[in-house]
């Protein structure tokens, strides 16, 4: 077998300049694991490099599988003990022969994970009089180890993050322990303390490849270029197109790096794309254009022509979203498994009226790499606080939420409040009333229905969206929240419980009650229809995903949901370098469709319990009109504008445009913070260490300024 066979020019042109630094710039669709497969091939068998001499690493073990097996494939022989893995797992390999070699440690360590990193933080913080939030600590440990700027807040805290880290680090030291961030560092140390074991490993690993270049980190990066300094011989494959995951750490600098570093290296690049038709690669070209200081590349259809991306800039989501369920149906017809059509979106919350559309239409589907949105946790515990507080005789409700938060009711307790239930014939909630004790627990119980007695009678006097910022506030379910959640997830899960709310303003326009109760009835009972009832044993399912979730994929079908301004890209996006991020998930989710690219936007959409109304997104803005094809039975302006936001607001709220750097001011949802930089009408706010530094406009309804 010609290990050449079936490569195209570019591609021969990657597998046999074997010497010296090589940058290869791969396309989305062109091929990179083909090379850099056939590549380590060809230097085993047309070479007669000895595979040990070989280092080659990756992000995924999934990743480092699949290069295993193709080679194995191209040249029959067993590859499970080459060094072909991931980053951290090479590091975890070294650390175990070289162990000796690191002051401090001995041999016989554990890696361990973020449950017992918790456990080591909590320990601390019991230990000490140190003010920390665990959780909190742990991610600001290991944005520290991996070299990620640190925010506003951050910054404030640094005196108490030094201590802390000083002692997690001595912990880990002296019971022989490493965390997930340390495989990397430590390796990094033991090399340069002990230059003879660097020295060993450079003459080793004679050949070194670097597969998804474009998302290494600081560490990551100054690993490969310590082994790389003596052969020369690195390889790398990425496509700075496609560098999507800086909140991870990822540096699309280090591309930049690479160039400075190794100024005798070859680029070449891999524009023939084996995916997606002319059409959808035109776009895709035309979206990525507008991102200046890039390689430039020009990606070419090795398929035949196709039908034009379809944009469709509806005036309601609902519109929106029968336009995609319609053309679903239309294209499973046409003999396109469900599993072959992908509906992408920025944010887990956009998933949630998708969802309900499809349960209606009987389209089954599932969450890429996620929860339907009725199955997570924050909406499920929302649902279950509506069901008790409405009907007192749900005892598995009262089961769920009843130390959601924690309220140091213990089983014991809950036993005995059982055994009253059972001798009366009463629900749980009720026995509360029955239940004789003195005990904490019996007087959390009291506590715990007087709490729900009292939001029950508001419920006649207050829109249902607001009920759930009641709940939040009255429990203290968004306290417990901010306490336990890493920001980011608590960002995260607060948007769904936000989204929520939309389905609460949706009914009372919906349902024909006569009260808000038998209103909150009815919807309820229609909740318990939606949630679970989506085949998840399925394996012919139409995907719903975020645009990185589904990174590397590819689909016959795809559509592009609520390409929106001030949701794709993100309202919080105001640098340049953010922005240019934004546009590159853009080009992402253009170049996973093989076949067909449907792009849409809705000119109102109910958002976090209200109405807002937007313009279509800078990204379809920027898209010659030529290459796309409109959808457009309104007449619709397709013409950019800015986003008109409307937010109810309260009364006493004035809404500010006055905002100047220093001043204080309030957001309903983020609290009270300080403008810390402004540029015109876009200023950053400091806000509490949960929500740190935002991006707002100071014109924003939601903003008043104290």
Request: aromatic share 10%; hydrophobic share 35%; glycine share 4%.
């Given at each position: 077998?010609?290990?050449?066979?079936?490569?195209?020019?570019?591609?021969?042109?990657?597998?046999?300049?074997?010497?010296?630094?090589?940058?290869?710039?791969?396309?989305?669709?062109?091929?990179?694991?083909?090379?850099?497969?056939?590549?380590?091939?060809?230097?085993?068998?047309?070479?007669?490099?000895?595979?040990?001499?070989?280092?080659?690493?990756?992000?995924?073990?999934?990743?480092?599988?699949?290069?295993?097996?193709?080679?194995?494939?191209?040249?029959?022989?067993?590859?499970?003990?080459?060094?072909?893995?991931?980053?951290?797992?090479?590091?975890?390999?070294?650390?175990?022969?070289?162990?000796?070699?690191?002051?401090?440690?001995?041999?016989?360590?554990?890696?361990?994970?973020?449950?017992?990193?918790?456990?080591?933080?909590?320990?601390?913080?019991?230990?000490?009089?140190?003010?920390?939030?665990?959780?909190?600590?742990?991610?600001?440990?290991?944005?520290?180890?991996?070299?990620?700027?640190?925010?506003?807040?951050?910054?404030?805290?640094?005196?108490?993050?030094?201590?802390?880290?000083?002692?997690?680090?001595?912990?880990?030291?002296?019971?022989?322990?490493?965390?997930?961030?340390?495989?990397?560092?430590?390796?990094?140390?033991?090399?340069?303390?002990?230059?003879?074991?660097?020295?060993?490993?450079?003459?080793?690993?004679?050949?070194?490849?670097?597969?998804?270049?474009?998302?290494?980190?600081?560490?990551?990066?100054?690993l490969v270029f310590m082994l790389s300094t003596r052969h020369h011989n690195i390889f790398i494959v990425g496509d700075d197109f496609q560098s999507i995951y800086s909140f991870r750490g990822a540096k699309i600098e280090n591309i930049r790096r690479f160039?400075?570093?190794?100024?005798?290296?070859?680029?070449?690049?891999?524009?023939?794309?084996?995916?997606?038709?002319?059409?959808?690669?035109?776009?895709?070209?035309?979206?990525?254009?507008?991102?200046?200081?890039?390689?430039?590349?020009?990606?070419?259809?090795?398929?035949?022509?196709?039908?034009?991306?379809?944009?469709?800039?509806?005036?309601?989501?609902?519109?929106?979203?029968?336009?995609?369920?319609?053309?679903?149906?239309?294209?499973?017809?046409?003999?396109?498994?469900?599993?072959?059509?992908?509906?992408?979106?920025?944010?887990?919350?956009?998933?949630?009226?998708?969802?309900?559309?499809?349960?209606?239409?009987?389209?089954?589907?599932?969450?890429?790499?996620?929860?339907?949105?009725?199955?997570?946790?924050?909406?499920?515990?929302?649902?279950?606080?509506?069901?008790?507080?409405?009907?007192?005789?749900?005892?598995?409700?009262?089961?769920?939420?009843?130390?959601?938060?924690?309220?140091?009711?213990?089983?014991?307790?809950?036993?005995?409040?059982?055994?009253?239930?059972?001798?009366?014939?009463?629900?749980?909630?009720?026995?509360?009333?029955?239940?004789?004790?003195?005990?904490?627990?019996?007087?959390?119980?009291?506590?715990?229905?007087?709490?729900?007695?009292?939001?029950?009678?508001?419920?006649?006097?207050?829109?249902?969206?607001?009920?759930?910022?009641?709940?939040?506030?009255?429990?203290?379910?968004?306290?417990?929240?901010?306490?336990?959640?890493?920001?980011?997830?608590?960002?995260?899960?607060?948007?769904?419980?936000?989204?929520?709310?939309?389905?609460?303003?949706?009914?009372?326009?919906?349902?024909?009650?006569?009260?808000?109760?038998?209103?909150?009835?009815?919807?309820?009972?229609?909740?318990?229809?939606?949630?679970?009832?989506?085949?998840?044993?399925?394996?012919?399912?139409?995907?719903?995903?975020?645009?990185?979730?589904?990174?590397?994929?590819?689909?016959?079908?795809?559509?592009?949901?609520?390409?929106?301004?001030?949701?794709?890209?993100?309202?919080?996006?105001?640098?340049?370098?953010?922005?240019?991020?934004?546009?590159?998930?853009?080009?992402?989710?253009?170049?996973?469709?093989?076949?067909?690219?449907?792009?849409?936007?809705?000119?109102?959409?109910?958002?976090?319990?209200?109405?807002?109304?937007?313009?279509?997104?800078?990204?379809?803005?920027?898209?010659?009109?030529?290459?796309?094809?409109?959808?457009?039975?309104?007449?619709?302006?397709?013409?950019?504008?800015?986003?008109?936001?409307?937010?109810?607001?309260?009364?006493?709220?004035?809404?500010?445009?006055?905002?100047?750097?220093?001043?204080?001011?309030?957001?309903?949802?983020?609290?009270?913070?300080?403008?810390?930089?402004?540029?015109?009408?876009?200023?950053?706010?400091?806000?509490?260490?949960?929500?740190?530094?935002?991006?707002?406009?100071?014109?924003?309804?939601?903003?008043?300024?104290?």
């Amino acid at each position: 077998m010609n290990l050449l066979d079936g490569l195209n020019e570019r591609q021969k042109e990657a597998v046999i300049n074997t010497e010296g630094p090589i940058m290869v710039m791969a396309g989305a669709g062109s091929g990179k694991t083909k090379v850099l497969t056939t590549r380590i091939s060809y230097l085993i068998k047309e070479l007669g490099v000895n595979p040990y001499n070989i280092l080659a690493v990756t992000f995924t073990n999934k990743a480092a599988n699949e290069m295993k097996e193709r080679i194995a494939k191209n040249l029959d022989m067993d590859t499970k003990w080459m060094w072909i893995s991931t980053f951290h797992s090479f590091c975890a390999r070294v650390l175990r022969d070289e162990i000796d070699n690191l002051e401090g440690y001995r041999r016989g360590f554990q890696i361990i994970d973020d449950d017992d990193q918790l456990k080591i933080l909590k320990e601390i913080k019991d230990d000490t009089e140190l003010d920390f939030r665990p959780k909190e600590m742990s991610k600001l440990i290991s944005k520290y180890k991996n070299d990620i700027k640190f925010n506003f807040f951050e910054e404030r805290n640094k005196d108490t993050f030094n201590e802390v880290n000083k002692k997690y680090s001595d912990y880990l030291v002296k019971n022989n322990l490493f965390d997930f961030d340390d495989l990397i560092l430590k390796t990094i140390e033991l090399f340069k303390k002990n230059p003879n074991v660097l020295e060993r490993y450079q003459e080793k690993f004679q050949y070194i490849l670097v597969d998804e270049f474009q998302d290494t980190n600081t560490p990551q990066y100054n690993l490969v270029f310590m082994l790389s300094t003596r052969h020369h011989n690195i390889f790398i494959v990425g496509d700075d197109f496609q560098s999507i995951y800086s909140f991870r750490g990822a540096k699309i600098e280090n591309i930049r790096r690479f160039k400075n570093d190794f100024l005798e290296h070859k680029l070449i690049l891999l524009e023939k794309n084996y995916r997606s038709t002319t059409e959808i690669l035109n776009l895709a070209n035309d979206c990525i254009t507008h991102n200046p200081n890039q390689i430039k590349k020009v990606l070419e259809s090795n398929n035949k022509s196709g039908k034009k991306p379809l944009y469709y800039p509806a005036k309601r989501t609902a519109e929106e979203i029968a336009f995609i369920v319609d053309n679903i149906k239309k294209i499973n017809i046409s003999g396109v498994p469900y599993k072959e059509i992908a509906v992408l979106y920025r944010a887990n919350y956009l998933s949630r009226e998708l969802e309900d559309a499809f349960i209606k239409a009987k389209i089954p589907y599932k969450i890429y790499g996620g929860l339907s949105f009725f199955s997570r946790k924050e909406i499920k515990d929302m649902i279950a606080y509506l069901q008790i507080i409405i009907n007192h005789n749900q005892d598995f409700s009262f089961k769920r939420i009843i130390n959601e938060p924690k309220r140091k009711i213990g089983g014991a307790t809950l036993e005995k409040l059982a055994a009253v239930a059972e001798r009366m014939n009463l629900s749980l909630y009720d026995a509360i009333d029955f239940y004789e004790s003195k005990s904490q627990g019996a007087i959390n119980l009291v506590e715990f229905k007087k709490t729900i007695d009292t939001i029950y009678n508001q419920i006649e006097n207050v829109r249902l969206p607001d009920l759930i910022d009641i709940i939040l506030k009255e429990t203290g379910y968004k306290e417990e929240m901010k306490k336990e959640e890493d920001p980011d997830i608590f960002n995260d899960r607060m948007d769904n419980i936000q989204e929520f709310k939309s389905v609460l303003l949706e009914a009372e326009d919906y349902y024909e009650e006569e009260t808000k109760k038998k209103l909150l009835e009815a919807l309820l009972a229609d909740l318990t229809l939606r949630t679970d009832k989506n085949d998840t044993d399925n394996n012919d399912s139409v995907r719903l995903s975020t645009y990185h979730q589904v990174k590397g994929l590819e689909f016959d079908t795809v559509f592009m949901y609520a390409m929106n301004e001030g949701i794709f890209p993100s309202d919080m996006i105001v640098s340049d370098a953010e922005m240019e991020e934004e546009r590159r998930i853009c080009y992402v989710g253009i170049t996973r469709s093989k076949n067909h690219l449907f792009l849409s936007s809705s000119e109102s959409r109910v958002k976090f319990g209200s109405m807002d109304y937007f313009s279509e997104s800078r990204f379809i803005k920027e898209m010659k009109r030529p290459l796309l094809d409109i959808f457009n039975p309104y007449n619709i302006k397709t013409e950019f504008t800015k986003p008109q936001v409307k937010l109810e607001t309260k009364k006493e709220e004035k809404v500010t445009s006055d905002i100047t750097l220093g001043d204080k001011i309030n957001h309903k949802l983020f609290g009270d913070g300080v403008v810390v930089s402004q540029e015109g009408d876009v200023i950053k706010v400091a806000f509490s260490a949960k929500f740190g530094i935002k991006t707002l406009k100071a014109s924003h309804p939601a903003i008043r300024k104290l």
